[in-house]
């Protein structure tokens, strides 16, 4: 692994949508109980199975695990995952992870953010700030350590040269300092290879990440944004979704295209139970609860022919599972019982980080990548 003192944009590289083609994903085990409760048992068995699913439509999935854990993780997973000896504290494969960019020859290479604990809410940071390194270093794969705190659930790209981000995430003074918004498009510009950022105002209500694009919306291809929203105006999510409706349809993305705003219902609300708050040690002391779970259908994951999603509120997950089949017309939806990841602030996206085939399509192309494919419903 070699340390590259340019950035991504000045050597040609960008980030590819994550529809374009995979080479595999990686995944992190959880295992801490200051986030997963009942020493993680739980969760990771709802890791386990997305992990299993995903390597059912041949994705390469690579699970880390620490020392202790590799015996258990390797009976649960599928023979088809790998799983690999690599520390890590909170295990959120996407905000610590990689972020990958390729060029047009299809060399890969990978950007190493560093990594606070969302603006110190949580211990042990420093653990998983070394994450991405230790991954890079692990596959050989030149690396990039770019100069700010950002974490991979705080942006999504379309591939043609746009981000979609969060000021609530990105303007935070508790991750970089004195933040503002031409400096961090620039950044993102520099370490991305965007030349258009899309802001909206805010993420999810409650999240415990603040603000996290991830939870609250996507591209759903190059001019689509998919946006989580409620109808209820009494909801605390709703003049943050109606916000962003606002925002998005003032944008233009990179090419100067309006968005196309697709409207994913909320779950819930959803809460933690007193038993599942009970189950949680924060560093000796329970957690408390009730509290309002940040549950959002749009924390999914893309391969280029599958949308894997969680299933959350038995009151909506069918709605849900047939408007995600309604805007990714090409993809075959699976639907996931998530509720254990869920608990410790996340969900699929956020365990999961794609890593980009070699032989991706160039930006110009990867807008017609993503209306192809097969749709099995």
């Not at 015996?71 to 990958?100: F, M, Q, S």
């Not at 991305?192 to 996290?212: A, M, S, Y």
């Not at 609860?289 to 749009?298: I, Q, V």
């Not at 997950?317 to 639907?335: C, K, Q, S, W, Y």
Request: net charge negative; with cysteine.
């Amino acid at each position: 692994m070699r340390t590259l003192e340019s950035t991504p944009a000045a050597d040609g590289f960008r980030m590819p949508a994550e529809w374009e083609p995979h080479e595999g994903c990686w995944m992190a085990w959880p295992q801490n109980g200051y986030v997963w409760r009942e020493g993680a048992r739980p969760a990771q068995r709802a890791l386990a199975a997305v992990a299993n699913a995903l390597a059912d439509v041949g994705e390469q999935v690579t699970v880390t695990v620490t020392g202790d854990q590799y015996a258990h993780a390797r009976a649960v997973l599928d023979g088809r995952v790998r799983v690999v000896e690599t520390t890590c504290w909170l295990g959120w494969a996407r905000d610590i992870a990689p972020t990958y960019v390729v060029d047009r020859e299809g060399r890969r290479r990978g950007v190493d953010f560093a990594f606070n604990g969302y603006g110190a809410r949580y211990p042990y940071w420093a653990t998983d700030d070394q994450y991405a390194r230790k991954v890079l270093d692990l596959t050989g794969t030149d690396r990039y350590r770019a100069p700010m705190v950002l974490e991979g659930g705080a942006f999504h790209v379309d591939g043609e040269g746009t981000a979609l981000v969060t000021a609530e995430t990105l303007l935070d003074p508790d991750r970089n300092p004195a933040p503002s918004q031409p400096a961090m498009e620039k950044l993102l510009h520099d370490y991305l290879g965007v030349t258009r950022t899309v802001w909206i105002e805010w993420g999810l209500t409650d999240d415990e990440t603040r603000g996290h694009v991830d939870n609250m919306a996507c591209f759903a291809a190059p001019g689509v944004v998919c946006l989580t929203w409620t109808d209820d105006p009494r909801d605390p999510q709703y003049e943050r979704s109606a916000r962003a409706l606002e925002d998005l349809r003032r944008a233009t993305d990179a090419r100067g295209r309006t968005l196309r705003v697709e409207k994913l219902p909320l779950p819930g609300p959803l809460h933690r139970t007193d038993e599942e708050a009970r189950g949680v040690d924060t560093l000796g002391v329970p957690d408390t609860g009730p509290a309002r779970l940040a549950a959002s259908y749009a924390n999914f994951y893309l391969t280029p022919d599958h949308l894997f999603a969680p299933l959350l509120d038995p009151d909506h997950d069918d709605e849900a599972m047939l408007r995600l089949g309604e805007i990714f017309p090409n993809h075959t939806v699976v639907g996931l019982p998530t509720r254990e990841l869920l608990l410790g602030g996340g969900n699929i996206h956020c365990a999961t980080q794609q890593i980009p085939a070699t032989c991706v399509l160039d930006a110009d192309s990867s807008g017609e990548r993503a209306r192809k494919g097969r749709s099995v419903r």
